[in-house]
């Protein structure tokens, strides 16, 4: 029996640029507790115009890619479960990229012509976050 343990990263403030077809950002941090964190589901979250949205842990042995969704599709918030954990040991680094389409091509464009945007809690603006949920050792 574990304790459940979420590590939940929103992303930092950002502007979205108007006119960008494929505008990104990587997000990384590092695993800096000695006990390992056993990951067992990951999900990320973006608004109507995210594209892409990717999260890995990197380690000694290599980057276990732990979600792809591309492309992204706001009606469907994607969660994976995992049939073993990925573990996160001390010095790992783990972390997730968005990338978002702000330009008049964009069949889910909102604004005509598009507009800066910037990120925050309303549909209508952007975000990137990500939640990993499992237990510490």
């Known amino acids: 029996e574990h ?13 979205l640029p108007a006119n960008e077809t494929e505008w990104s950002f990587d997000l990384t941090h590092t695993w800096e507790d000695a006990r390992p964190f056993h990951a067992v589901t990951v999900g990320g979250h973006m608004h109507q115009l995210g594209s892409a949205l990717q999260m ?9 890619c732990m979600l792809d ?5 706001f009606r469907r918030q994607v969660f994976v479960t995992f049939d073993e954990p990925v573990v996160y040991r001390q010095g790992d680094e783990y972390g997730w990229r968005c990338t978002w389409d702000n330009s008049a091509t964009n069949p889910l464009q909102y604004n005509s012509p598009p507009q800066d945007i910037p ?8 975000m990137c976050s990500a939640a990993t949920f499992g237990w510490l050792e």
């Not at 969704?69 to 599709?73: A, F, M």
């Open 3 to 15: 304790e459940l343990v979420v590590v939940d990263e929103p992303g930092p403030a950002f502007v």
């Open 69 to 73: 969704s591309t492309p992204w599709d």
């Open 56 to 64: 890995n842990r990197t380690g000694p042995a290599g980057t276990d």
């Open 119 to 126: 990120s925050g809690l309303d549909t209508h603006q952007e």
